[in-house]
T-cell receptor
Framework: GAVVSQHPSWVICKSGTSVKIECRSL??????MFWYRQFPKQSLMLMAT?????????EQGVEKDKFLINHASLTLSTLTVTSAHPEDSSFYIC???????????????FGDGTRLSIL | GEDVEQSLFLSVREGDSSVINCTYT??????LYWYKQEPGAGLQLLTY?????DMKQDQRLTVLLNKKDKHLSLRIADTQTGDSAIYFC??????????FGAGTTVTVRA
């Protein structure tokens, strides 16, 4: 159980293009989804947290107009990198978490990531 | 504060035990996690431990928690070549946010 599917797994596109990445929870309802960015040989950097039906909460330094997040249903969140440039090239990973009672443990389950390369 | 530290590399012989260490700073963390990342893939949840526990064992995995020293370790018994990966320690900061370490690259040699 607790499978998260992320699509596409690899994207190569030209500078100025907008790219959409999908994150789906396949066998559970994800009230909260997270988007991370990972640079080579580094840890995960949280970009934003989205709760179903509400606006995403962005971490400090992350441009919300650049990285558009939509969490329209309990099983789908999307990240759109608008007008992508080479510096946006990175590995983007989503995770999903089911509803949890306060204080209880509902771990984050991760997708397989999307490698984005902007030429 | 949110600062999780791990050693960066570990080399172990196949069949031996691996021990990966992690220190964290937030004493209010309720849950601590170990994730595994294989090349080009996302993170796979291996195990987690609640902060009021000292030890948790799950098949070949043993997690030890020293809350006083804010030290967490993951022991992998009978390490196999398929255990070669990057292992991330993470602490739960609040109700939803995780703080990750930089990851320990484990290399299993024959």
């Amino acid at each position: 159980g607790a499978v998260v599917s992320q699509h596409p797994s690899w994207v190569i596109c030209k500078s100025g293009t907008s790219v959409k990445i999908e994150c789906r929870s396949l066998d559970f309802q994800a009230t909260t989804m997270f988007w991370y960015r990972q640079f080579p040989k580094q840890s995960l950097m949280l970009m934003a947290t989205s709760n179903e039906g509400s606006k995403a909460t962005y971490e400090q330094g992350v441009e919300k107009d650049k990285f558009l997040i939509n969490h329209a249903s309990l099983t789908l969140s999307t990240l759109t990198v608008t007008s992508a440039h080479p510096e946006d090239s990175s590995f983007y990973i989503c995770s999903a978490r089911a509803r949890a009672l306060q204080g209880s443990n509902q771990p984050q389950h991760f997708g397989d990531g999307t490698r984005l390369s902007i030429l | 504060g949110e600062d999780v530290e791990q050693s960066l590399f570990l080399s172990v012989r196949e069949g031996d035990s691996s021990v990966i260490n992690c220190t964290y700073t937030d004493s209010s963390s309720t849950y601590l996690y170990w994730y595994k990342q294989e090349p080009g893939a996302g993170l796979q949840l291996l195990t987690y431990i609640f902060s009021n526990m000292d030890m948790k064992q799950d098949q070949r995995l043993t997690v030890l928690l020293n809350k006083k020293d804010k030290h967490l370790s993951l022991r992998i018994a009978d390490t196999q070549t398929g255990d070669s990966a990057i292992y991330f320690c993470a602490e739960r900061i609040n109700d939803y946010k995780l703080s990750f370490g930089a990851g320990t690259t484990v290399t299993v040699r024959a």
